[in-house]
């Protein structure tokens, strides 16, 4: 039964990305997961039991869209993560509170407390502008441009 939840979640999911252009986000809260299981055992299996009890069964049932049970659930992982605040960023590169459903052209971001934790991804529009790419790669991947 669950074998069975699983893959028609799995055919709603890509027939979402598919029909958007969507990022899959599914590799990247693996990467999350991971990190949580080492990090905070207890956090990751309420993670464990929110994707099984939960992101799976909503997203088989057609009760809620996938995309945005996905970024929900990415989310989660985040702030489990590091505590803070999720936020979206538009294409100019401003930044404006998440508030869910995010629109698909927005690069979600989740901004941890501790000023010393880079933020985390939680969902990636179809394609980055500039200026979202840019957020990114400073916020995300900590890079700074090279002086001159």
Not at 93 to 114: C, F, K, M, T, W
Not at 133 to 147: C, E, F, I, T
Request: net charge negative; aromatic share 6%; charged share 25%.
């Amino acid at each position: 039964m669950a074998e069975d939840l699983t893959a028609e979640a799995d055919t709603r999911l890509q027939a979402a990305l598919d029909s958007s252009g969507a990022r899959d986000p599914r590799e990247f809260y693996r990467d999350r997961l991971r990190a949580l299981k080492l990090e905070n055992a207890s956090a990751y299996s309420g993670a464990v039991a929110y994707y099984k009890e939960r992101l799976i069964p909503d997203v088989a049932s057609g009760s809620v869209e996938p995309l945005v049970a996905w970024a929900e659930y990415g989310r989660m992982l985040a702030e489990s993560l590091a505590p803070g605040r999720a936020v979206c960023i538009d294409a100019t590169g401003r930044a404006h509170p998440y508030e869910s459903p995010a629109p698909l052209d927005r690069l979600v971001l989740h901004i941890p407390q501790n000023q010393g934790v880079r933020a985390l991804l939680v969902s990636l529009p179809p394609e980055l502008t500039p200026a979202q790419r840019a957020s990114y790669d400073v916020l995300v991947s900590g890079k700074q441009k090279q002086p001159g």
